[in-house]
């Protein structure tokens, strides 16, 4: 080659030495990176998000969990305990947040997880995971917001959020430096929105936004953490705060996008978030643990289920029909108080529609698949919104991304199915073609499967031959429930059938069961139904349907769920997270390759001074 042609063998030698050495340390230098990356988001190696879906799945929490009860911490230990669960949680799903024992949590007998012997103390849970952090960050406790970057600086950077006293103690006890102090770097809490923007806009997830209080600070951490998300809390309602907002949005694309948990004034946010084609969905607590849930594989001794009774195809009578929709379907009621009526209605003959947040089979996929199993015909599923989490048809800029928004939700009307969804107020608003044809055309053609609407804004049942648009009412409370109930039965004239559907919070069961006997005590003809059965009724399409309103005709399952959160035997314990030996072995090949350009570095010097001496004799 033309660059040897000038040089001795001596500059020869040292120049391919060189290059050699330099070549085996860059390869170290991008092996050691590319471990880095692979240990900070070894949760991100599960995680499955196609187009086609609005959030991703994932699926490797550790069998045995440990718990942190959390009920009386302050403030600050929150704060530190909600950062652990984050950072722990993106390696692999390890941490299980608390108030109280999860012998009493809902959500932990729904998915059946199992627990090591939890503790108050976030310190003693700390020295468990101390190797999994690098360094501190703190947080300006004058301006909470700063919460929210510290959370994401403490994820890419793997620290632990810590306040200014808690950061001197960590500090002294475990050598752990402080990589980013916040405090007074912002005089302005939009100040830190605009700088977690510049700083992290291009490094995280562009359709996922969460939206949580910083005063809440356990609320979303884990989540957020998981799915590389940025957090914010910010008033669409206060201009200067909307324009911030806004940007945020403008980079998430339409159609496919959600901002998860709250907004300081919902309705607002909402409308603004639909403007730029994203829909809102709620949240709660500990979501990197229950979507990496899997449902557990039954017992080979477990009985097989009975079978439903064949139910009796009934004809339409001259009564009243009334269907129950329990719930909001938020994710947080379907996970913290829906396992527990679930339960209570399994010996119930009463139909119950049920709504069931769309985000189940992503966010609680061992509950969902629980529900299924237990199901039995005098149970419907509803979704709460017609398409996914809350959204305002009617503010959307782009039509074309409303379609395909859509076209994403019937893949899940499909998959649970949902033959039910519940209309937003107002759709019609600003939509073409308007009405109730345009209705019609609108969902039939980009939600085939979907069967049935309850529109809060119909006052009267309509259909045509693909589509069903049920009027809802709507009782808060179950006194309130009572009292409609009562009202509808003594409105209801005769001359033929009539429909009615209610929905309510997530009562007791009881509520229920009260409120159907008081309307079938005022002496006139009431039947309560599924939504389901009631479109069956209302089309006369009983046969096609292969369902009955008839709850006499009708045998439930019973509802078996034997837990217990310590009972560990046959089951893994081992809550360590990916296995070090990785590490330990990349690590001794780097070491191996820099050795051996050493080695032949000191060869080739020993051959040029035994080739110079005996030049020299």
Request: aromatic share 8%.
């Amino acid at each position: 080659m033309a660059i040897f042609k000038h040089m001795t063998e001596k500059q020869r030698n040292r120049y391919l030495l060189t290059v050699e050495l330099l070549l085996v340390l860059l390869l170290s230098a991008g092996l050691f990176f590319g471990i880095s990356v692979v240990r900070k988001d070894a949760y991100l190696d599960t995680l499955h998000w196609p187009d086609t879906d609005f959030l991703p799945g994932f699926s490797n929490a550790a069998p045995v969990l440990d718990c942190l009860l959390t009920g009386g911490m302050d403030a600050d230990d929150a704060v530190l305990a909600a950062s652990l669960q984050s950072v722990v949680n993106k390696t692999q799903p390890r941490i299980y947040l608390s108030e109280k024992d999860p012998a009493s949590d809902r959500a932990a007998y729904a998915l059946s997880l199992k627990f090591h012997t939890p503790t108050d103390d976030v310190y003693a849970l700390l020295n468990t995971y101390m190797d999994e952090f690098d360094g501190l960050v703190i947080w300006d406790s004058a301006l909470p917001d700063t919460l929210h970057l510290a959370a994401v600086i403490g994820v890419d950077k793997r620290c632990l959020v810590v306040n200014g006293e808690q950061a001197a103690g960590l500090s002294e006890r475990y050598s752990l430096p402080v990589i980013e102090d916040l405090r007074g770097r912002f005089t302005h809490r939009l100040q830190v929105y605009e700088a977690m923007l510049e700083e992290y806009g291009d490094k995280t997830s562009s359709r996922l936004l969460v939206g949580c209080d910083p005063t809440d600070s356990a609320a979303l951490w884990d989540y957020a953490a998981a799915v590389g998300a940025l957090r914010v809390w910010l008033d669409p309602g206060v201009p200067e705060e909307a324009a911030l907002l806004e940007k945020f949005l403008q980079r998430m694309p339409a159609g496919k996008s959600v901002y998860l948990g709250d907004w300081p004034d919902a309705e607002t946010g909402v409308k603004l978030a639909s403007q730029y084609g994203v829909t809102t969905l709620s949240g709660t607590g500990n979501l990197s643990v229950y979507a990496a849930v899997p449902h557990a594989a039954a017992d080979e001794n477990d009985a097989e289920p009975e079978e439903d009774t064949p139910l009796t195809v009934l004809e339409p009578e001259n009564c009243l029909y009334i269907a129950l929709v329990a719930g909001s379907g938020t994710l947080e009621e379907n996970l913290q108080r829906l396992p527990e009526v679930w339960e209570n209605s399994r010996e119930s003959q009463l139909p119950i529609s049920w709504n069931l947040s769309p985000a189940l089979p992503h966010m609680a996929p061992a509950l969902l698949d629980d529900l299924k199993e237990t199901a039995s015909g005098l149970d419907c599923w509803v979704n709460p919104t017609a398409g996914f989490g809350d959204f305002s048809p009617s503010v959307w800029q782009d039509g074309k991304a409303l379609l395909q928004f859509l076209k994403r939700a019937d893949g899940y009307a499909g998959a649970l199915p949902y033959p039910v969804f519940t209309l937003p107020a107002g759709w019609a608003s600003g939509l073409s073609p308007s009405g109730a044809e345009g209705l019609a055309t609108l969902y039939a053609e980009n939600l085939p499967h979907l069967q049935v609407l309850l529109d809060p804004d119909a006052s009267d049942t309509a259909y045509t031959e693909q589509l069903l648009r049920l009027p809802l009412h709507t009782a808060q409370s179950a006194e309130e429930l009572d009292t409609l109930c009562r009202q509808l039965a003594a409105d209801y004239a005769g001359g033929g059938p009539a429909f009615a559907v209610i929905r309510t919070p997530l009562l007791d069961f009881s509520a229920y069961q009260k409120a159907a006997a008081l309307a079938e005590q005022t002496g006139k003809q009431v039947r309560f139904v599924t939504v389901s059965d009631m479109a069956a009724l209302a089309r006369g399409q009983y046969e096609a349907a292969g369902a009955s309103p008839a709850a006499d005709n009708t045998e439930r399952r019973a509802f078996a769920h034997p837990w217990s959160p310590y009972d560990l035997e046959g089951v893994e314990v081992s809550s360590s997270g990916p296995s070090p030996w990785r590490y330990v072995g990349a690590g001794a090949v780097c070491l191996l390759g820099v050795s051996a350009a050493l080695l032949q570095f000191y060869l080739l010097e020993k051959a040029r001074k035994r080739k110079k001496s005996s030049q020299a004799s």
